[in-house]
Nanobody
Framework: QVQLVESGGGLVQPGGSLRLSCAASGLTFTNYDMSWYRQAPGMERELVASITRIVPSTNYKDSVKGRFTISRDNAKNTVYLQMNSLRPEDTAVYYC???????????WGKGTLVTVSS
């Protein structure tokens, strides 16, 4: 079955960095656009960054532009989110999402918690 497994979350001080990974299995990775969402306590889930499946193009939430970088390694079936200059307001559970390029099929991971605090 399809699995998306996020890793790399944790506690970091303001100004620090983390790299999240999302390893996909059970699907043809190159058929899927990939994205990272986040959900802070009491807030709705929001799109942070997305990357298309081939000849990747990327898109970012305005508040993370210049600080976060999304990338993918199709040989490893993995998508990454490099997060630099982290702020307390980046604290959230971060989720990986796979969206099929030609249908409405989507898959979600279970999330990884990022806490930015001194």
């Amino acid at each position: 079955q399809v699995q998306l497994v996020e890793s790399g979350g944790g506690l970091v001080q303001p100004g620090g960095s983390l790299r999240l990974s999302c390893a996909a299995s059970g699907l043809t990775f190159t058929n899927y656009d990939m994205s990272w969402y986040r959900q802070a306590p009491g807030m709705e889930r929001e799109l942070v960054a997305s990357i298309t499946r081939i000849v990747p193009s990327t898109n970012y939430k305005d508040s993370v532009k210049g600080r976060f970088t999304i990338s993918r390694d199709n040989a490893k079936n993995t998508v990454y989110l490099q997060m630099n200059s982290l702020r307390p307001e980046d604290t959230a559970v971060y989720y990986c999402k796979a969206s099929h390029w030609r249908s409405s099929v989507t898959y979600w991971g279970k999330g990884t918690l990022v806490t930015v605090s001194s």
